[in-house]
């Protein structure tokens, strides 16, 4: 059963989907916004790493981060840790990151972050 990659032409996400999981054939959607309009991929060729490879490269790059608590900082090891782990952060995890951080420095809050009365 292969794994096929997309990129959606509506909303740019990028997703993989199962292939000949049921005896039905069914066209992938979008999982974000539902089209169906896609583009298909090439697929990346992975490496398998041990765990401790990916702890020893993770290691070697935060000593060379910087300062933890910059908004900048974070961005870039979080886009270092969805390379060394591959697809398993998922794209949600860096556009979430990408918000939390254009909220913080813009100093907006989040409407989640309101305590309601």
């Given at each position: ?24 054939k ?63 952060l ?10 939390e ?17």
């Amino acid at each position: 059963m292969p794994i096929y990659e997309y990129r959606c032409n509506r909303c740019g996400r990028k997703f993989s989907h199962l292939s000949g999981v049921t005896w039905e054939k069914s066209d992938p959607v979008c999982p974000k916004c539902g089209s169906g309009d896609l583009k298909r991929l090439f697929s990346r060729f992975a490496k398998v790493k041990s765990d401790e490879e990916m702890l020893e490269n993770l290691m070697d790059f935060t000593s060379k981060l910087g300062d933890p608590e910059d908004p900048k900082t974070l961005m870039k090891f979080t886009k270092m840790m969805s390379k060394q782990f591959g697809d398993e952060l998922g794209e949600d995890v860096i556009e979430e990151v990408e918000r939390e951080i254009e909220q913080e420095l813009s100093g907006g809050k989040d409407e989640g972050d309101q305590i309601e009365e």
